[in-house]
């Protein structure tokens, strides 16, 4: 038998067991629950205690049966205890059935509608009275009167205690209820009263703002926040005490984390205000990639045109200089055209920078072993450095593998450690660069330098475009690559100087690597050697296996061996076809992953035949294109 079956059998036997007779009629005027008692008491048939029984039914059936002695419009009293019932209130009552019983009505509503009542025979008690008042000829009426008022009294007394410890089990429960949700929810939630104390939290303060305590009732505003937070929050608060409702949004100093907090003023007006705090940093960073998406797409529409003119004008002058310099020129004219042509192909790479940081650019994130990052970045770095400055490379990164674009990441802190060794010049020096995790919300990367450190216009307009202390050895798009690549994900980048020299600092989206790819057997397809090797060592890079096909019938052939977890053709296979090659496995191994790669534009009809049923890969491919079509259970 069921549990549930074993414990409602229980239950009625102990119902059963009571002398009272109880009935239980939900919201609806329905039968819930009765016991035995309450059928013999009232001479109830099976059907009116029968749960579901209907409540006007039983008080038609009680008139009937002259329970409630003559009853003329017998309609109007049932519609008039269902009006009552509806309208229930708790009472307690003594009344005289027509039998000569005497008993006593207790009702309580309950919590979700409906009302519990319980009946108690006093004949006995009511007996017991009587005969006192009959015998008893020295005590005066007014006594006899004052005893049964008294024990009338105390037994309504006994039936407003018990409906009080029901509401106030009720409250407690209901009490924990909202504290327990309180305490788990993802954000702080708090009241301060009008001297700005602390009298209620959910005790998750100290979840969102590290180094905060998590009780703080009885502290101050500026005790539980500290100075630096509780002065940003102060004048919102000052103006929902004065009932004006608010939300702020603040970067908290020492975490770094975006917090969102809603300030709503306490209806009682007494200056009170609610607080509503969550964690928005996640939100934050994909809206500043976003928005720094857009304002490249803006700069990319606004430049493409002037770049192309501007590249148009470089080459006409490139193709008078060669001109000229056919001529028969006076003496150190010659040196005055070299000048000029170095000057446009310097103004080509300039283009060529600004294209690059206007165009259009994804994020290829991927897992990243930190250790594996930094030993394979420090001879890179060291390269670029003469021998009297050395490089000191650390990280404290709680976890062992990030998701990063670590080619972009590794172009860019080259780029840092280049401009520190220009900063300490001839002399001899060190460039640090430090890796560690904020608060569980931030990679921050930090590269120092023991040089003259920023000028102050340096750290005002270091981040803007072709600013440069550098004179004409500089582009001054430097730092504002390095700048956009870090904005690109959602980051900041910050500018200062330290005791020694000068200090970048970089804040990446902190993001654990959750998963390592299982390793896959692929079978790239491609009819030039030179890519399928190029594709095959990204792959086997990733940890991957690799097969090759220069052909469609080779890969063809190579699609029946067993294990092959994928296939990785080009659609151009010389005379053949990579978008048919893949329908023909496609029918044969349908438990195969299929994918195309291409340097066909989107507009050729073969690259949208292919598209409209598997990825395609654009040309040139990187290893975070492969590792998320191979990787999807990784988060990105």
Known sequence: MPRERITDSFTRAGLNLIKQALSIYDADLKLAVCNRPFQTMFGLPRSLVTPGA???????????????????????????????????VPHYMERVRANGQTISV?????PDGGWVTVYTDITSVKRQESLLRMRSEELSDQLLDHSEELALTNRRLEASIAQLQEAQAELTEMAARTRLVTEMTPAHIAHV?????YTYTNRRLSSLLPERPSDIVGLSFVQALGTEVAS????????????EAAVLEFTEPISGRRVRTAFTPDDRGDGGVYLLSTDVTAEAQA????????????????????????????????GLQTQ????????????????????????????????NMTGARDASLAPVVIEDFIASFAPLARATLPDDITLRLTAEVTHPALMLDAGTLQDGLLNLVLNARDAIGSASGEVAVHLRDVTDTWLEITVTDSGCGFSAEALDQGLNPFFTTKGNEGSGLGLTMVYDLVKLVGGTMRLANNDIGACVTLRLPLKPAKAEPRPRLVLVVDDVAEIRAAVRDMLTDLGHRVIEAGSAEEAA??????????????????????????????????QIGLALMTSLPPADPRHSAGAAR?????????PGMLHRLLSPEVAA
């Not at 009263?193 to 104390?197: C, E, L, M, Y």
């Not at 056919?326 to 150190?332: F, I, K, S, Y």
């Not at 004219?333 to 600004?354: P, Q, S, Y």
């Not at 598997?614 to 990187?622: G, H, N, Q």
């Open 287 to 318: 809206r500043a990639a976003l928005e720094h998406t857009h304002k490249r797409e803006m700069a990319a529409q606004l430049t493409s045109g002037l770049a192309h003119d501007f590249a148009n004008l470089l080459t006409i002058i490139l």
């Open 324 to 355: 000229l310099e056919r001529l028969p020129l006076p003496q150190g004219a010659h040196e005055l055209t070299a000048a000029t042509r170095l000057a446009v192909r310097r103004g080509g790479r300039l283009l060529d920078k600004i294209a």
């Open 557 to 590: 052939a190579l699609a029946d061996l067993p294990g092959l977890d994928w296939i990785l053709s080009d659609i151009n296979l010389g005379e053949e076809d990579g978008v048919a090659l893949l329908s023909d496995i496609a029918g044969r191994h349908p």
């Open 193 to 197: 009263d009008g001297d700005g104390v």
């Open 106 to 110: 207790e009702g309580s509503p309950l």
């Open 232 to 243: 940003l929050l102060e004048p919102t608060l000052a103006k929902a005490a004065a009932g």
């Open 54 to 88: 209907d409540f006007g039914d039983t008080i038609r059936f009680l008139v009937e049966a002259g329970e409630y002695g003559a009853v003329t419009d017998r309609d109007a009293f049932v519609q008039e205890r269902l009006d009552q019932a509806r309208a229930f």
């Open 614 to 622: 598997w990825p395609v890969l654009p040309k040139p491919l990187a």
